[in-house]
C-alpha cells in the first residue's frame, strides 16, 4: 500500500500513521460532522416517512426509529466520555474543563466502558440488517430507499471510526496508561 508523504495533509494519512493529536482531531471531526448529524437526519428521516407511509410500513419504521433513538442516546454519552476522559487522557492533559469551569482529573478508567459500547452499537447494525433484510427494499417501497441508504452509510461510516478507535487509539492510549502506571 503507497505510504503518505509528507506532504500529504494530515487528513489523508492513513489513522495508523497519525501523531496522537491528529487522530484525536481526526475523530472528534467525524462525531461532530457526520456520526451525530447522520443519525439525528436519519431519525428525522424515519418519523417522517413513518407519518406520510406509515400504514404500510409501520412496523419496520417504528422498530427502526426506535433503534436510532437509543443509539442517539448511547452515542450521545459515549462521545462525551471520549471527548472529555480518554481524548485528553491519550493526550497527557492532567484535568478537564467541565461547563467552562470545574477541572476534573482525565483518566484512562472509561476504557472498558468505551469498548462494551462499541459492542454495543456494533449489535444494533446487526438488529438494523436484520429489520431491513440488509438493506433490501421491500416490493413497491422506494419510499424506504433514502433511509436504508443513509443507514448502510452510517453503518460503513460509525464501523470504520469503531475500528479506527479499536486498533489505532486505544492501543496508543493504553501505553500512555501503563507508562503513567495507570493501567
Ligand atoms: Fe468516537
Ligand atoms: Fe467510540
Given at each position: 500500500m503507497k505510504k503518505p508523504t509528507d506532504a500529504t495533509p494530515p487528513e489523508r494519512k492513513l489513522p495508523e500513521d497519525m501523531t496522537l493529536g491528529e487522530l484525536v482531531t481526526l475523530l472528534e471531526k467525524e462525531h461532530a460532522n457526520v456520526i451525530v448529524p447522520s443519525i439525528l437526519r436519519l431519525r428525522e428521516l424515519a418519523d417522517r416517512i413513518l407519518k406520510e407511509h406509515g400504514c404500510r410500513y409501520e412496523g419496520v419504521l417504528s422498530a427502526l426509529a426506535n433503534e436510532l433513538k437509543s443509539l442517539e442516546r448511547e452515542l450521545h454519552e459515549h462521545i462525551c466520555k471520549e471527548e472529555h476522559e480518554l481524548f485528553p487522557a491519550a493526550l497527557g492533559l492532567r484535568e478537564t474543563e467541565e461547563k467552562g469551569s470545574r477541572k476534573?482529573?482525565?483518566?484512562?478508567?472509561?476504557?472498558?466502558?468505551?469498548?462494551?459500547?462499541?459492542?454495543?452499537?456494533?449489535?444494533?447494525?446487526?438488529?438494523?440488517?436484520?429489520?431491513?433484510?440488509?438493506?433490501?427494499?421491500?416490493?413497491?417501497g422506494e419510499c424506504l430507499s433514502g433511509l436504508y441508504d443513509g443507514l448502510r452509510s452510517l453503518e460503513t461510516t460509525l464501523l470504520y471510526h469503531i475500528g479506527v478507535e479499536e486498533k489505532v487509539l486505544l492501543p496508543r492510549a493504553m501505553k500512555v496508561a501503563v507508562g503513567k502506571g495507570k493501567l
Open positions: 476534573s482529573p482525565v483518566q484512562f478508567s472509561v476504557i472498558p466502558e468505551l469498548q462494551h459500547e462499541h459492542e454495543n452499537a456494533t449489535d444494533v447494525f446487526v438488529r438494523i440488517r436484520h429489520l431491513t433484510g440488509n438493506y433490501r427494499l421491500p416490493e413497491g
